[in-house]
């Protein structure tokens, strides 16, 4: 093994660790009175956080010159979606049992689980095309396409605020989060196309 | 359904709290009390039963461990650990408005006419999830009689204390402090509806309410207000908390309805605390026997 794949495995390790605890907990009935539901939200606030810290490699590699931070992204985004994954099979499998009818009767009649299952289905490709494979017959569509985590951000958050009853701050505060890392990436998108329009118009004036 | 005797259950079965069931009353479907029914593991099939999953007393720890009481935070162990050092005595309800002999009561002068009284009921959150929990208290409409609201009074009104150095979750306007709810004057003389003060045949905790809160089975928990510092009569609806809060989710009459869902998630099901699988909700929690007659005619989408 190189030493670039023990990292990431024990990044993986390290990002599952939240995940071990919750089943621990789980089976050792020391989730209080409703398990079912706290391991829903548990595993859905860990997806949100480990997105969080997906999108944040970006912005610190760029303010921090830290270039040995992307070959990490990969991984995080992936542990990301199993995350996402396992808070699915929570509710459609634990919490529904698999009650098809019931469980599209959810879907179409309220928006949260709308929002939350479209917030899935826009990581499932993410996920697909993560691959090396991916990023070359994609070329230049990867980066376009990979844009669509910030949706899946914002949808993902707007299915936890419209889940809470009342308690709605911390779903606000991960608005917020997401807001900036999608704002940083704007704006130094922005600085670097007038960079380089600036130089093309240099490089014409100086033939 | 055969009740079994408490000799069928084997005595390392019978847990403190089993054994609590077996000794007490339950409420038989005429809605009258009876003494002296010895119970089983199962309620009595007075207690008016479907053919679903088993409607087993919840445990101490789940009761008084899982409570929506933002008066001490919003996360559900927030009130068992925020409600420790609560101060429950000494404690003064004022009963008001409407009646012929309106006065502030100290607690134990209030609840002394009475005989408290053991009733199992069902209790539905309108977040989807729900107990079976033994309550202890005395029923309101004997309270009322003994008050003597005048013919006017049409609603009973209820406010729970402000006190944000007691009570933290009231320093932030998660929802418009007091906490008020109400009843119509039938649903509040209906024999089911509860005004408790114990639990398990022990003091009411802290984080459930004490030291009394009100228990009306067949509607959304949320109307069982707790730590009742007033009783008013009046004559208008009164605006319930969570109406005030979010009118288009929640409404005065909070009736358990299956067919009417909350805007946001389902109420044709609920989570069972304590079992795995969920449990189809039945209309009035299942006391409709007991009370469709109080909402005949009525729409229960638009009175929700």
């Not at chain 1, 024990?10 to 995940?19: E, F, G, K, T």
């Not at chain 2, 069928?8 to 847990?15: A, Q, W, Y």
């Not at chain 2, 009973?156 to 150095?165: D, R």
Request: glycine share 6%; net charge positive.
């Amino acid at each position: 093994m190189t030493s670039t794949s023990v990292k990431k495995a024990s990044l993986v390790m390290v990002a599952l660790a939240p995940l071990a605890v919750i089943g621990w907990r789980f089976y050792d009935n020391k989730l209080g009175a409703n398990p079912i539901r706290e391991t829903e939200i548990q595993t859905g606030l860990w997806t949100l956080r480990l997105l969080a810290v997906t999108l944040s490699v970006t912005p610190f590699r760029k303010s921090f010159g830290w270039n040995f931070l992307s070959k990490y992204r990969r991984t995080l985004g992936l542990t990301t979606f199993f995350y996402a994954c396992v808070h699915l099979s929570m509710w459609a499998g634990v919490d529904w049992f698999f009650a098809w009818g019931d469980m599209w009767h959810e879907i179409v009649k309220h928006k949260y689980i709308l929002i939350g299952m479209t917030t899935w289905l826009i990581m499932l490709p993410l996920a697909i095309t993560s691959t090396k494979g991916w990023v070359r017959r994609l070329g230049k569509d990867w980066p376009r396409l990979h844009r669509l985590v910030y949706v899946a951000a914002i949808t993902g958050t707007i299915h936890y605020l419209w889940a809470v009853k009342k308690d709605t701050f911390f779903p606000l505060v991960y608005l917020a989060v997401f807001v900036m890392l999608l704002g940083y990436r704007v704006i130094s998108a922005r600085q670097k196309s007038s960079r380089e329009s600036r130089r093309r118009s240099d490089a014409s004036v100086a033939a | 359904m055969l009740i079994k005797k408490p000799g069928d259950v084997r005595s390392s079965e019978i847990t403190a709290e089993d054994a609590y069931i077996n000794r007490r009353t339950f409420l038989a479907a005429t809605g009258l009390a009876t003494a002296g029914i010895v119970g089983s593991r199962h309620l009595s099939p007075a207690l008016p039963l479907v053919a679903r999953q088993d409607d087993k007393p919840n445990t101490w720890e789940e009761i008084t461990g899982y409570n929506n009481y933002y008066e001490f935070g919003t996360d559900k162990d927030d009130p068992a650990a925020n409600a420790k050092n609560f101060h429950t005595k000494p404690w003064t309800v004022k009963v008001d408005g409407l009646v012929k002999k309106p006065a502030d009561y100290h607690l134990e002068d209030l609840v002394k006419p009475y005989k408290f009284q053991d009733r199992v009921y069902r209790f539905r959150c309108v977040e989807a999830w729900s107990m079976v929990i033994p309550w202890q208290g005395i029923p309101l409409a004997e309270m009322i009689k003994t008050f003597e609201p005048l013919p006017s009074a049409t609603y009973v009104q209820f406010t729970t204390l402000y006190a944000p150095n007691e009570m933290p979750g009231q320093k932030l306007p998660v929802l418009p402090w007091p906490y008020v709810e109400g009843l119509r004057m039938d649903e509040a003389m209906h024999p089911l509806t509860l005004m408790v003060t114990g639990l398990y045949g022990k003091t009411l905790p802290n984080q459930n309410g004490a030291p009394l809160r009100l228990i009306v089975p067949w509607k959304y928990g949320f109307k069982g207000i707790k730590a009742i510092t007033r009783i008013s009569f009046v004559d208008k609806q009164p605006r319930n908390t969570w109406q005030i809060s979010s009118p288009g989710e929640y409404g005065f009459y909070a009736n358990v309805n299956p067919e009417v869902d909350h805007p946001r998630w389902t109420q044709a099901s609920e989570r069972r605390i304590g079992q795995f699988r969920r449990m189809k909700t039945l209309m009035f929690n299942g006391y409709a026997d007991q009370v469709s007659s109080l909402y005949a005619g009525m729409d229960l989408r638009k009175n929700f």
